[in-house]
């Protein structure tokens, strides 16, 4: 079982509407945990970071972690055609970086 | 400028070669990491290094060597190359403080 695991997708979300990506990880040792997207043929960006239990805001952007039930979520309000991507899950094993594969966001005009 | 860089962009060899991958960030940061990428499984981890002259294994080091004799180069080389490795290679290096994660532009890598 991979340590991180993501719902490839894709998964279509209205212009306008939210957008919701989850994100379970295996290590309970786990302290740090990242969001990025990526473009197709692009490297990946980092848009969120958490490292506390319960919310963080960023702009359109939400990070949630649930250390007790080992979730990460990314909740991205008010969706844009420029948030199509693939949005990936990374966690800090040991300083490690482990990534999920991703989950494919697409966004309906 | 400053940045993370990788080179060759591109590059199509053949099985049994040696081939390797350059990593160059000027930074200074401790960590770097490599990383392949595949359709199905997404980024990979193949080794990191915390500073010069240490270097770890990742998720898939099999058939990889590094090194990394500076601070801001991590060479990647596959001793002899098969056509399994053919993927997309990214170097990556971490800022501490705030961390964030930096990534270079990317190897296309072609083993026919």
């Known amino acids: 079982q991979k340590e991180v695991e993501q719902n490839s997708g894709p998964l279509s979300v209205p212009e306008g509407a939210i957008a919701s990506l989850n994100c379970t990880y295996s290590d309970r040792g786990s302290q740090s945990f990242f969001w990025y997207r990526q473009y197709s043929g692009k490297s990946p960006e980092l848009i969120m970071s958490?490292?506390?239990?319960g919310d963080k805001e960023d702009g359109r952007f939400t990070a949630q972690l649930n250390k007790a039930s080992q979730y990460v979520s990314l909740l991205i309000r008010d969706s844009q055609p420029s948030d199509s991507a693939t949005y990936l899950c990374?966690?800090?094993?040991?300083?490690?970086?482990?990534f999920g594969k991703g989950t494919r966001l697409h966004i309906l005009p | 400028d400053a940045g993370i860089t990788q080179s060759p962009r591109y590059k199509i060899t053949e099985t049994g070669r040696q081939v390797t991958l350059m990593c160059h960030q000027t930074w200074s940061h401790s960590y770097m990491f490599w990383y392949r990428q595949d359709l199905g499984h997404g980024l990979r981890l193949i080794y990191y290094s915390a500073a010069a002259d240490i270097t770890d294994k990742g998720e898939v080091p099999d058939g990889y060597v590094v090194s990394r004799s500076k601070t801001e180069n991590f060479p990647l080389t596959l001793e002899s190359a098969t056509r399994s490795q053919t993927s997309v290679y990214f170097c990556?290096?971490?800022?501490?403080?705030?961390?964030?994660?930096?990534f270079g532009p990317g190897t296309r890598l072609t083993v026919l």
């Open positions: 990556a290096s971490i800022r501490l403080a705030p961390h964030e994660q930096f």
């Open positions: 990374a966690v800090n094993v040991d300083d490690k970086i482990i």
């Open positions: 958490i490292y506390s239990n």
